[in-house]
């Protein structure tokens, strides 16, 4: 919000009210759904799109300044340095980009799963990804200053706040730590253990061989979480499609009760939700705290389910806050 002004994004683009009287004050269409929330600075607003694209706006003038294409179709949060934009992106990078011309500054690879939604403290950006890394990153060069395993994995198990760096002091530059993924597999070796890292790392090439050689297309992690949900929340819909060719069980629940539908509804992604519905994914299913995929997804998901399945089950999920039976 900035000058009396929300920032709303919807399915036609980005729209502009009043503050005081909730009327619109000026849209900018885009192609597609806007996917992130919009991020106020430097007299422009800055957004994230399904068509892939970083979108910069100037507020005074109402058109556009720039636009950077990414691969990505779903956005973590956008947050802004004096000069910098920084993001996450699903191709397993963190990006810094210029916030005058939309130029890629740097960009830092995970190698732990993808990222999750970035935070700026003092001159660092610290971020967490999917199997359990957080990492310190340097906002001006992009090196990495420091790491911290913690542990734990899935797409709601790390978080990054807004915190002073504990992480480990060295002069050296340590070599990325592992030892996130070998907690994760657990006692899973073998073609079981390397299907499970193809996919999370979207290498369908190498996932097609190792099923090939007898790999289980079922094959899950110490948490249970299957090759299909690893698929389905990267957006890695080739390996996904392999994998439902096997007749995996496309309702499998983790620990946690969570099924691929329900990480392929939290990403967004349209084309996994599509094909996990059309192979008998249950929307009705709930994991532990009763929410079903439905309460998993964001919006515009959440209608493409509605529309697909005819239903629309959002009773389970406490709206007042909080876990059922609290």
């Given at each position: 919000m900035g000058s009396g002004l929300i920032f709303l994004g919807s399915d036609e683009g980005l729209s502009v009210l009043d503050a005081q009287t909730g009327k619109p004050v000026w849209q900018f269409a885009t192609p597609e759904p806007v996917a992130s929330t919009p991020v106020v600075a430097h007299g422009m607003v800055f957004f994230g799109c399904r068509d892939g694209r970083l979108y910069a706006v100037d507020l005074e003038e109402k058109r556009l300044c720039w636009t950077l294409r990414t691969d990505d179709r779903s956005w973590t949060d956008l947050v802004l340095s004096e000069s910098l934009i920084c993001f996450g992106s699903r191709d397993g990078h963190v990006y810094a980009v210029d916030l005058r011309n939309g130029l890629v500054r740097w960009k830092f690879r995970t190698r732990s799963g993808r990222p999750l939604s970035p935070v700026i403290y003092d001159d660092l950006v610290l971020v967490g990804s999917l199997l359990g890394m957080v990492y310190a990153i340097d906002l001006e060069t992009g090196r990495k200053k420091w790491h911290v395993d913690t542990g734990m994995c899935g797409p709601r198990s790390v978080s990054v706040v807004e915190a002073p760096a504990f992480g480990p002091s060295t002069d050296a530059e340590p070599e990325v730590s592992v030892s996130a993924t070998e907690r994760a597999f657990g006692g899973v070796a073998g073609l079981d253990r390397a299907l499970l890292v193809a996919v999370q790392e979207g290498r369908a090439a190498d996932a097609e061989k190792l099923l090939?050689?007898?790999?289980?297309?079922?094959?899950?992690?110490?948490?249970?979480?299957?090759?299909?949900?690893?698929?389905?929340?990267?957006?890695?819909?080739?390996?996904?499609?392999?994998?439902?060719?096997?007749?995996?069980?496309?309702?499998?629940?983790?620990?946690?009760?969570?099924?691929?539908?329900?990480w392929a509804a939290w990403v967004g992604e349209r084309e996994s939700v599509e094909s996990l519905l059309a192979a008998g994914a249950r929307i009705d299913a709930v994991d532990n705290y009763g929410v079903n995929a439905l309460k998993w997804a964001p919006p515009e998901t959440r209608r493409l389910l509605t529309d697909l399945t005819g239903q629309d089950l959002i009773e389970p999920w406490c709206d007042e806050g909080g876990f059922p039976d609290e």
């Open positions: 090939a050689k007898g790999a289980d297309p079922n094959a899950a992690d110490s948490n249970g979480s299957t090759a299909l949900m690893w698929a389905a929340v990267t957006g890695r819909a080739e390996l996904l499609g392999s994998l439902l060719e096997k007749g995996v069980d496309v309702n499998a629940q983790d620990a946690d009760g969570e099924t691929a539908l329900m």
